[in-house]
């Protein structure tokens, strides 16, 4: 009897916790409205376009929802109203904006709708109009040489934020190529490490691994590696454990790549080869984490692992290299028993197997969850295989969520907000990732892009702290869309911003690339500034190279009277003559040279030029004409010690 009460109270306690209703909880933010479902554990779900919207669809029946807290929080802007079917299995969402939905997951089960301001991203359409098939590999050299303004598609390639970095380095490894360090089709090698001994590159006399050994590069040294592997990877047999932590994640925030890889070069290109396979291990994980599978497996062969926990790490991540770049994978990195793992290791086991086989519940949700933490490149990158392969056994909710978590990685808040993030993150030291943001933001589409650079102009625009790599970013934009009104604008800005943070070199590279149309009162402020502003070495080069729009743009008179004086100032009296004497200067200009360079001689016994100019322009005393040279010297010395920081403060 005592029994029979404890199971009556046990099926009523589950039916009570089973009909509570699920809490809808909402939040308002400056582009996008959310709304929470408070699930209590993980299940299959999808959201679909609807004839009024959107409808979320959940593979529950029998469930009630909490929705009187909704508009509490959100006004009726986005979101006008929601509405639940009968058994609860499907919400549907009416909105009343030109804006979209996006939906995710948390762990512990929560779902999460927001409504975002503006259309549905357009990888949605693309990656449906390609069939998802798994995206081919860019060819990354026709890729850099492709700097003539073409397009490149932006689906078929990696996430374009961290070009600039896969550019950077592949200069590394090709100049490696070229001095003979690494071959880049096949493995890496050298002359001297070719093993005339017969027993096998890193083998002692018994043909056994000798860690002892300065390895060449030729390595892995083919010892063995299957039965090494598995041993490694099903530690006991537990087939789930991988003897490393595979959170690739938090692979790209380990460390400077570039710094990484200058490392790794003077090793090769030193007398001992010396290598760190530590080095190369993080080097690699980085690689990974970029989405450069080809690059990765090539670093691996630059050094050996020399215990079965460094074979095994070294596998795996070459096993992770080939799935990223579709390649041949060896069958014993991610065994069958994978595919059953509640851990991080089921998505890749997944992606690695041929055929059709089917994932455990635990093993289907937590290959979702792997998926959604990842990087949005790497979303991009791997979404498409994913999503064929749920559909391909079937797992239809899973490949929808799949098609969200890609429409998620391009869902971008404001530029300007991006950036503000991307400052925050970088003065906080973390400049790979502001980096990474930025970069995402300027190789976006043309609209986005033009908007970023825009915005960092303006955020810029007063400080010298600019990191280089926007800058060389603006720089490659102005190259791309030259001749274009776009990349002057951007032009006008860049030099604007160079010539504050008194780069004039770099200021007039960047108006090289695409000439001012001279003449035009940008070019006259342009050699104004860099007269006014530039050192005396620097101002006597610049003046001689740009003499021809100096002296004959009738209306660059204030550029002419700058050159005159500051020539004068320097003691270079002739150049001040070149410049004061021409038929366009200016009647200071002329009343400088008359007053400070010429000798009344010499002034009597040139043929009327100097009289001629003071008839056409009126008769000025001579000391009046060294009060107003004095009087604009006064206001040039003003403006440049305020602009470098030295001007003495009024009493």
Known sequence: MRLLTWSVIVVCVASALNAAPVLVTSGEHEDFSRLV???????????????????????????????????????????????????????????????????????????????????????????????????????????RSARTGLRVDDLTAPDTSLENLQEQLLIGFSAAAAEGVIDPVGVSVRESDQDTTGKGAGQNDEGQPDPEQNLPVTVLTQMQIDTAIRTALNDDDETCELGMELDVPSWGIEGDLLLGLATLRRDLVGSDLNIDADAVSRLARALIWLSFGAEAIQVLGLAPATTPKGLAEYEVMRALAEILDDGEMPETAFPVDNLHCSSPVSLWAFLATSGTVPLSDDARLETLHTFNALPAHLRLHLGPELHRRFLDIGAQNAAETVRQAMARATSTRPVRQRLVEAISLRDQGNDFAARSIFMELARGSDDVADQALRHAVSLFSETDKAPDWILTVIESRIFANRGSPKADQFRD??????????????????????????????????????????????????????????????????????????????????????????????????????DQVLSPGLAESLPGSIELRQSEYGTVSLPNAREILQQSRDRRKIIVEAIEGTATPPD
């Open 37 to 143: 479902f408070n699930f209590s554990r993980p299940f299959d779900w999808s959201l679909e376009e609807a004839e009024t919207g959107y409808a979320l669809n959940i593979d529950r029946s029998a469930v009630e929802y909490d929705t009187s807290r909704v508009f509490q929080f959100i006004p009726k802007t986005r979101l006008r109203s929601l509405s639940v079917e009968p058994g609860g299995g499907r919400i549907e969402f009416e909105i009343d904006c030109d804006c979209h939905a996006v939906a995710f997951d948390l762990p512990r089960g929560q779902v999460v709708v927001d409504f975002r301001d503006g259309p549905s991203p357009e990888v949605i359409g693309a990656v449906e109009q390609t069939d998802l098939n798994s995206l081919p590999l860019p060819n990354w050299f026709e890729t």
């Open 493 to 594: 800005a860049l030099i604007g911003h160079l010539l504050w943070r008194k780069e004039f070199r770099r200021a007039e590279s960047v108006v090289n690339t695409a000439p001012f149309a001279t003449r035009t009162p940008a070019h006259r402020a342009y050699l104004e500034d860099v007269l006014r502003l530039a050192p005396d070495g620097y101002f006597a080069e610049f003046a001689t190279r740009n003499r021809e729009d100096i002296l004959n743009d009738p209306e660059a008179e204030p550029a002419r009277t700058l050159v005159v004086d500051r020539f004068v100032q320097l003691g270079l009296l002739q150049s001040a003559q070149e410049f004061g004497l021409n038929e366009n200067a200016s009647r200071l200009a002329q009343d400088t040279i008359r």
